[in-house]
């Protein structure tokens, strides 16, 4: 059973910052692209941002450039997600992804809700 353990949501007031921290085993995590995806209620689940499994950032969402950046430490196989300038809209439930196609499969964290208010 794969697991992605997520840590780091709460609750922060606009243009504060969060972390958001997934860790999985060395198996998988030295396989897979790593995501973030978020989700509101009524919503489909949005890709947040993307780093492959070489360390390239891809698919960044207009809506948090040049505020998040998504990272990996392949020492600790965990993926980042460092969220600046906050904004209300950006709450939502984070979940992590790792995914493979070359070894078919995909999987996800059990998420992290993310408040953004005053």
């Known amino acids: 059973q794969v697991q992605l353990v997520e840590s780091g949501g709460g609750l922060v007031q606009p243009g504060g910052s969060l972390r958001l921290s997934c860790a999985t085993s060395?198996?998988?995590?030295?396989?897979?692209?790593m995501s973030w995806y978020r989700q509101t209620p009524g919503q489909e689940r949005e890709l947040v941002a993307r780093i492959t499994v070489t360390g390239a950032v891809t698919n960044v969402a207009d809506s948090v450039k040049g505020r998040f950046t998504i990272s990996r430490d392949n020492a600790k196989n965990t993926v980042y997600l460092q969220m600046n300038s906050l904004k209300p809209e950006d709450t939502a439930v984070y979940y992590c992804?790792?995914?493979?196609?070359?070894?078919?499969?995909?999987?996800w964290g059990q998420g992290t809700q993310v408040t953004v208010s005053s």
């Open positions: 060395e198996f998988t995590f030295s396989r897979s692209h």
């Open positions: 992804n790792a995914a493979s196609r070359l070894n078919g499969y995909e999987y």
